[in-house]
């Protein structure tokens, strides 16, 4: 069963060159999708070539034609009632403009976050591969940047790092971190099913992200995507039934491992390096302690919202603070009430749950869903720790996860009537 969100636009037959029209368009359409996910990396304000290419590229396959599939249903109904607590929640504040724009900037990405549900449950592994390469094609270039501007060879201050810590094309290093690791899950996953096509161009580029994951500083980025790793490698091992793959993947994670030591190492020899690896490398910093640091303000807002049945209303937690929950949890029961902050925590365990299914049940989609759900696993982990509910690229990850759930609902469906 699908739901038809637009039907495919009619377009004449061919060209004068004997290309028909729809072929050309359609590579075109992909090509802005591909430019779509690559800008994902510019983050440098509010506002980026992203979303200024996000609304062109839904409007283009919308016409050509993509279908809500019922097993991404669950996933539009948790985001509407999600949006819905959100905005009531902002009814007393609608005066206030941060508030306001705020809304409709999380409606945007649920909006974005649909469409990728849809886009990637038809054709899907074409279209998977189409946006993980661009995607970490983004992740080299972002890292990359990061390292030239951490190691100031540009000679211009704060430029691709911020606070002494790699920030590539982000505005906060602890984003550009975390930006980085479904990259990194991308190129390790080809290195050790032999699946990349250039292999010692996939290991530099992995490098490359890995150094710039380490430069950001960042100790969610560091432990999230240990995990991610770890997940993705296990379920790599655990689905693989060639006792020769088996030995291949722990003989290239030992290998792995052994490189990220040396290259730690290196960058540990660079003096300021080593001292802020010091500084971040302790469990809680001057910021997170005291009645007044992030934890006590956690606790006392936690209490306060136990009393608050709508909430505080969007983005008023900052102002009865002084600085956002950094915990994504707490921040969803502050800016939606009590059902904002009970639909999120259900749209994370639904996810949670679909994921692992994913990594479990062999199909023909499990290869990217042993990528993607590590890396967005990681951002849920995360969300203890920071407010991730603005990041458009985890909006790209959840539409992909129900995508491939989707696609593996609609390909047994199809075996069973063939059966």
């Known amino acids: 069963m699908a739901y038809t969100a637009a039907p495919g636009a009619p377009v004449p037959s061919?060209?004068?060159?004997?290309?028909?029209l729809r072929t050309v368009v359609q590579g075109s359409a992909k090509a802005l999708f591909a430019a779509f996910i690559f800008f994902a990396c510019f983050a440098f304000s509010e506002?980026?070539?992203?979303?200024?290419?996000?609304?062109?590229?839904?409007?283009?396959?919308?016409?050509?034609?993509?279908?809500?599939?019922?097993?991404?249903?669950?996933?539009?109904?948790?985001?509407?009632?999600?949006?819905?607590?959100?905005?009531m929640a902002l009814l007393p504040y609608l005066n206030e403009d941060f508030p306001v724009t705020w809304t409709v900037q999380l409606i945007y990405l649920a909006v974005t976050c649909t469409f990728f549900a849809m886009f990637f449950s038809d054709d899907t592994q074409a279209r998977m591969e189409l946006a993980l390469k661009a995607y970490t094609a983004s992740c080299v270039f972002s890292a990359a940047l990061g390292i030239v501007g951490y190691l100031q060879w540009l000679g211009i201050e704060d430029l691709f790092y911020k606070?002494?810590?790699?920030?590539?094309?982000?505005q906060d290093p602890n984003?550009?971190?975390?930006?980085?690791?479904?990259?990194?899950l991308y190129l390790m996953h080809g290195l050790l099913?032999?699946?990349?096509?250039?292999?010692?161009?996939?290991?530099?580029?992995?490098?490359?992200?890995?150094?710039?994951?380490?430069?950001?500083?960042?100790?969610?980025?560091?432990?999230?995507?240990?995990?991610a790793v770890l997940l993705m490698v296990g379920s790599v091992y655990a689905g693989s039934a060639s006792l020769r793959l088996r030995r291949r993947i722990v003989l290239l994670t030992l290998a792995t491992l052994v490189l990220g030591t040396v290259a730690v190492i290196a960058l540990?020899?660079?003096?300021?390096?080593?001292?802020?690896?010091?500084?971040?490398?302790?469990?809680?910093?001057?910021?997170?302690?005291g009645e007044t640091g992030r934890f006590g303000n956690q606790m006392r807002g936690f209490a306060m919202l136990l009393e608050r049945p709508f909430g505080m209303g969007p983005m008023h937690w900052r102002l009865v603070f002084g600085l956002e929950p950094h915990n994504s949890y707490i921040g969803s029961f502050a800016n939606g009430g009590w059902l904002g902050g009970a639909v999120f925590i259900e749209l994370v365990l639904s996810t949670a749950f679909v994921g692992f299914r994913l990594l479990a049940r062999p199909s023909p989609v499990r290869a990217h869903a042993q990528i993607v759900w590590p890396a967005l696993l990681m951002?849920?982990?995360?969300?203890?720790?920071?407010?991730?509910?603005?990041?458009?690229?985890?909006?790209?990850?959840l539409g992909?996860?129900?995508?491939?759930?989707?696609?593996?609902l609609r390909m047994d469906a199809a075996q069973a009537d063939r059966a």
């Open 175 to 184: 984003v550009f971190g975390s930006f980085l690791t479904l990259g990194a």
């Open 47 to 87: 506002t980026s070539p992203y979303d200024a290419v996000a609304l062109p590229t839904m409007l283009l396959w919308l016409c050509l034609g993509v279908r809500l599939h019922r097993g991404a249903v669950p996933l539009l109904a948790l985001l509407l009632l999600y949006l819905a607590a959100i905005v």
């Open 400 to 408: 992909m996860v129900w995508a491939l759930e989707a696609a593996r």
């Open 14 to 20: 061919g060209l004068a060159g004997g290309i028909p």
């Open 268 to 289: 540990l020899s660079v003096d300021h390096v080593h001292k802020m690896f010091e500084i971040r490398a302790s469990l809680a910093q001057d910021y997170d302690q």
């Open 163 to 170: 606070y002494d810590r790699a920030s590539g094309t982000f």
């Open 193 to 227: 099913t032999g699946t990349a096509r250039r292999p010692l161009a996939s290991l530099a580029g992995l490098l490359i992200i890995v150094a710039g994951i380490f430069l950001s500083f960042s100790r969610g980025s560091w432990a999230g995507s240990g995990v």
């Open 379 to 397: 951002f849920f982990l995360q969300a203890v720790q920071i407010d991730i509910e603005k990041w458009r690229h985890v909006y790209m990850m």
